[in-house]
């Protein structure tokens, strides 16, 4: 086990080598950069001035140069100087991260406490009118974009029954419930759906209609096994979307002004800001990496007969 978690860290290395190298590449085919972005809506810049800049910022190098010289900072633990605000790219980062790891948390728990049991009662009630209830909502829920959803829920919770502020101010509950909501929702939508298929294959198998045939009660069959099984499937799902959320959900942090990593990235792409561009690139495959390893290792708690390439010929 040990062995295969060293061996996936190390697999971190050449993935974050090729993202940051074609990242790197893709912004410069771009055919733009901070300086454009910065001088393009003052009217005429003499050219002396755009290439003086261009050289304070190293953009008039090669690009193996400006690459290997961010890669030689990062090893050192600079990622450098934005060129939109002139602040240091790691601690303006880590200052965002607090609110995506709660916009996360949040989330994701909501998710769990709404998909799961309506997953679950409508694999126990297959083809009943609450299955076909839950069915329809799900499917209604699955169909709606996140904007429309976050600008319907602003409508009713903020501006209709002002219960709730339009715009995120601060880090705090109240603040993340709108964002938090929209979320959940969609993920429920389809969460739910996938726990039902998934349960209701498991409640279709034979040592399910063993067990009902030796007497045990179908709620401990369906809590103490049917779940259990299940819960490969449901972790897989939810390690994708802690993946993405983690990444920050650009649109929603952008609609409610929520200030995370989200909001960060699109503001930094939208001003060409390469040091806070391949800031939010590595951390991204980071994330990746380390949840698809968290994932194999929880695989591994939950099924015995799974041994993670480590135990071959079993």
């Known amino acids: 086990m040990k062995k295969y978690v060293l061996h996936r860290f190390l697999q971190l290395i050449p993935v974050l080598i090729g993202i940051t190298f074609l990242s790197f590449a893709m912004m410069r085919i771009a055919g733009s950069d901070a ?17 003086a800049k261009r050289a304070e910022l190293g953009l008039d190098k090669p690009f193996l140069t400006q690459y290997l010289a961010w890669v030689g900072g990062m090893l050192r633990g600079d990622m450098g100087v934005s060129y939109v605000s002139g602040k240091a790219v790691f601690p303006t980062f880590l200052s965002k991260l607090p609110s995506t790891l709660l916009l996360t948390a949040l989330s994701i728990g909501l998710t769990v406490v709404i998909s799961i049991p309506l997953g679950v009662l409508a694999a126990v009630r297959h083809d009943r009118f609450t299955d076909y209830f839950l069915r329809f909502f799900s499917f209604v829920g699955n169909s709606l974009p996140n904007f429309f959803v976050a600008l319907l829920l602003m409508q009713v919770f903020s501006i209709k029954l002002k219960w709730l502020p339009v715009i995120s101010k601060g880090l705090s509950i109240q603040t993340a419930m709108l964002p938090t909501l929209t979320l959940a ?50 972790i897989t799902l939810l390690a994708l979307s802690i993946g993405n959320l983690l990444g920050g959900t650009a649109i929603i942090e952008s609609i409610f002004m929520w200030d995370g990593v989200g909001k960060l990235a699109v503001d930094a792409i939208t001003m060409r800001d390469y040091p806070m561009i391949q800031a939010y690139v590595v951390w991204m495959a980071i994330i990746y990496v380390m949840v698809n390893l968290i994932t194999d290792l929880l695989y591994h708690a939950l099924d015995p007969r799974i041994r993670l390439g480590v135990m071959k010929g079993e």
């Open 35 to 51: 300086v454009t972005e910065l001088y393009g809506d003052k009217g005429a810049v003499a050219q002396e001035i755009i290439e």
């Open 185 to 234: 929702i969609a993920m429920s939508a389809k969460y739910m759906r996938q726990v039902r298929a998934t349960v209701l294959e498991e409640l279709n198998k034979d040592y399910v209609i063993g067990a009902k045939a030796r007497g045990v009660h179908s709620s401990v069959v369906l809590w103490k096994s049917v779940l259990k099984s299940s819960m490969l499937t449901i």
